[in-house]
């Protein structure tokens, strides 16, 4: 290779930021292993360990491993799941803050990521910008998606690093500045998606599992929209059909926390590439020219 032909090659670049184990598998592992595929570098940022995920998978009651050291368990499920997918990834190093259950909900646990100070909660990821250098950052909205005190922390550490890697007076001695160019939010669960499968499984004489999700969305709804509007709109649908099988296995590769009889795989791969062969973002920031709808990330980079 001349070194003009490596300079013309070097690749774009996409930095995903996930909560925990697990999530990066069931938000946008398609698009991630299609843009790896084709020759874009994907990292995917995994802020907490999943210390305080419990056991999901009805198959893994009484894993030894788990049981001891859920968390060390979490590591090598990611391992399998980034090889799946073809990516490359970096702990953040932060503890998980679990999800807190009861009424009144009890405190988080001392020292949890979703109780850092932001300045704090960031500094990682802002390293990890000014190392790997994306032109791109996937994340989850306000509402982290759901309702996770660590999805939550999630987005905002992002929204953080996206405006901070660039400035070279903020977080001295985090490395050399530089500045991502796009940042959306992951919309893996669109109502739309889930209308579209739910219709595809009845047309088809199947039983399907969204019918009760879908009944909350339509009621929760009093404009008369259907679906409901969601407040970040659709602005970005990849076509990554080809690669639902390789989610599919990166999702089972998190056997602790994912059922291998469960939700995620109610729709086969096919019919899913035939109703919604896409995964949707929302173009939330953009520092490039960008016109939506669009059907690449790198729309304006490339
Ligand atoms: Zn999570």
Not at 221 to 237: A, F, I, M, W, Y
Not at 253 to 258: E, G, L, W
Not at 270 to 292: F, I, N
Request: hydrophobic fraction near 40%; charge should be negative.
């Amino acid at each position: 290779m001349t070194t003009n032909e490596g300079h013309s090659a070097e690749p774009l670049r996409l930095l995903a930021v996930h909560a925990h184990p697990d999530d990066e598998a069931s938000k946008g592992a398609a698009m991630m292993a299609s843009y790896a595929a084709s020759g874009v570098r994907v990292m995917v940022a995994t802020c907490t360990g999943g210390e305080r995920g419990g056991i999901q998978n009805p198959r893994m009651e009484g894993d030894a491993h788990s049981g001891r050291d859920m968390g060390g368990a979490r590591r090598l499920e990611m391992a399998r799941a980034a090889a799946i997918l073809g990516i490359e990834h970096q702990w953040l190093g932060f503890t998980d803050s679990g999800l807190p259950e009861g009424d009144p909900l009890p405190p988080l646990p001392a020292n949890c990521f979703a109780l850092k100070p932001l300045e704090i909660a960031a500094a990682p990821l802002v390293r990890l910008v000014r190392r790997f250098r994306p032109h791109v950052i996937v994340s989850y909205d306000e509402n982290g998606g759901y309702p996770h005190p660590d999805h939550i922390m999630a987005h905002k550490v992002a929204v953080e690093a996206f405006h901070a890697a660039g400035d070279p007076a903020l977080y001295e001695g985090a490395g050399e500045p530089w500045e991502p160019q796009k940042l959306y939010y992951d919309l893996a669960f669109n109502p739309q998606r889930f209308r579209a499968l739910h219709f595809a499984l009845q047309d088809a004489g199947l039983a399907s599992p969204y019918a009760e999700r879908l009944a909350a969305w339509l009621e929760a709804d009093t404009e008369g929209h259907t679906p409901p509007v969601s407040k970040h709109p659709t602005t970005t649908q990849v076509d990554c059909g080809e690669f639902f099988e390789k989610r599919d296995d990166a999702l089972r590769a998190h056997a602790t926390q994912v059922d291998p009889d469960g939700f995620f795989f109610a729709v086969s791969p096919d019919m899913q590439r035939k109703v919604w062969p896409w995964e949707d973002y929302s173009l939330v920031e953009s520092r490039v020219p960008a016109t939506t709808p669009e059907n690449d990330l790198f729309t304006g980079l490339r």
